[in-house]
């Protein structure tokens, strides 16, 4: 019955892979019983997640009407949604934040993403002031690349914004990461170091984000 929302407007942040992760990892690890809800113009979340050899539950919902009214059906049937949400649609965001309970936003320590990460904050913002409320919100830094000035001055900067919890881990960038999806495959199918490294860091971010809840 719980709703999470992979969202921001910002292409290329993270939110297809994170949700791929993190349907699998309450799927296999958790043992819930989940469904990827995917509003991503592109669909890679559901083809990727259709290509596994072990099918996660998945559905394509693109239109705001569609994600309004079939967000809150489709619940019924999970004990999670994770929803995968749409670059530069606002209309579409705002549906998904009209019926989620949770909101994370994948944040690429760039100053174009730190800007357009301020645009999914008041997207958050307005659907809280509706709904008196929900839906609880995070940012977390994704594909950052260790020890850089950028990733430590979007750290500092994200964790100075009031309006939103910052969640404690980031995920780096790796190729290990950026190969899952060309093999239908996550992290925890690939034995190599980078990929070990990045199924701590994804578990971390996970359990995180279900302390949330
Ligand atoms: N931590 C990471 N390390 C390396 N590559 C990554 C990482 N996270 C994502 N990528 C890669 O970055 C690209 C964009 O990721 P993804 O598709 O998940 O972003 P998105 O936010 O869903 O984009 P869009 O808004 O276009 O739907 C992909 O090629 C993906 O493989
Ligand atoms: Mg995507």
Redesign the pocket.
Known sequence: MTIIALI?Q?????????AVHFAYWLATKKKKKVLLVDA?A?Q?SSEWLSGMSLEIPNKVVQTPDDLLDQIPGLAGHYDLLVV?G??SLAEATRAILFRADLAIV?VQPTGVDLRSASDAVRLIKQAQSVRGGPPAAAVFL??AVKGTKLKEEAIALLSKTPEVTMLKTV?????A??D??GQSATVWDLSSRPAKE?TQEYERLFKEVLAML
Do not use: E, L, M, Y
Request: net charge positive; glycine share 10%; proline share 7%.
């Open positions: 921001n910002k292409g290329g942040c993270g939110k297809s892979t994170t991503d592109q890679s995968d749409p670059a994948p994704s594909r995920v780096h960038q790796k190729q990461i950026a899952t999806s990045s």
